[in-house]
């Protein structure tokens, strides 16, 4: 066993009469490289927006190096180490790509000696002087990626980051991620099978607010429920 990151104890969020998450119970690893899967409305985006703080939960508990941040809000999880991209980039749009990046780097003496070294890997230089809402969609993404790894975070949470991006802009993601720093846990939610068993050493699958199975990437391909469930 390796050093506990995050875990969440018996994590519940309901709308309504609907149980969106039911009684999730995970552990990360510092280091780990998990993703996350499953049909949509399993409950995985629901999963990461509790457990950064965007959504209050219901039940149970979360816990950041040992320390109980269940009612903690989103923007001092950032301060202790988990940081999180969305599926619609969140950016500050009236302010230069180099600006974003700067007030990222910020946060981390390490991230702005990184700062350089991540522009240029992410392709980010010709857009410097660009204001961020004016960048398309991918190249959005790709500067909300490189704010969350400037900040250097304990554990960052990917929801969806490759989607909508063209081939070459998901390549760049996604060798990015594999250069991550070793003892950067990284969760990432993610439909692109690729994506997944490239970056992946384990993989979580939920169904109907529920992990239905959780292990290597070999052995999830091989399940007989997850095929049934979700990969056809």
Do not use: C, W
């Amino acid at each position: 066993m390796g050093k506990e990151v995050l875990k969440t104890s018996g994590l519940v969020k309901k709308f309504g009469e609907f149980v969106a998450v039911n009684k999730v119970s995970l552990v990360f690893e510092e280091g780990e490289r998990t993703a996350m899967i499953g049909p949509n409305g399993a409950g995985k985006s629901t999963y990461i927006n509790v457990v950064s703080g965007q959504l209050a939960a219901d039940g149970g508990s979360v816990f950041l190096n040992g320390r109980d941040i269940t009612k903690a809000p989103a923007h001092e999880r950032v301060k202790m180490g988990l940081n999180r991209t969305f599926q619609i980039p969140s950016v500050f749009r009236s302010l230069t790509v180099k600006e974003n990046l700067t007030v990222a780097s910020s946060r981390s003496k390490q991230g702005i000696q990184d700062f350089r070294e991540i522009v240029d890997e992410l392709g980010l230089s010709p857009y410097m002087n660009v204001k961020a809402g004016q960048l398309p969609y991918g190249l959005m993404k790709i500067l909300e990626l490189g704010m969350a790894i400037l900040s250097k975070p304990t554990i960052l949470l990917l929801d969806e980051p490759t989607a909508g991006l063209n081939v070459g802009e998901k390549e760049r993601i996604v060798s990015l991620l594999q250069r991550l720093p070793a003892n950067m846990s990284v969760l990432i939610v993610e439909h692109d099978m690729d994506v997944v068993f490239t970056f992946s050493r384990r993989v979580v699958v939920m169904h109907k607010g529920e992990v239905i199975a959780d292990g290597p990437p070999e052995k999830i391909a091989a399940d007989e429920k997850v095929r049934e469930v979700y990969l056809g």
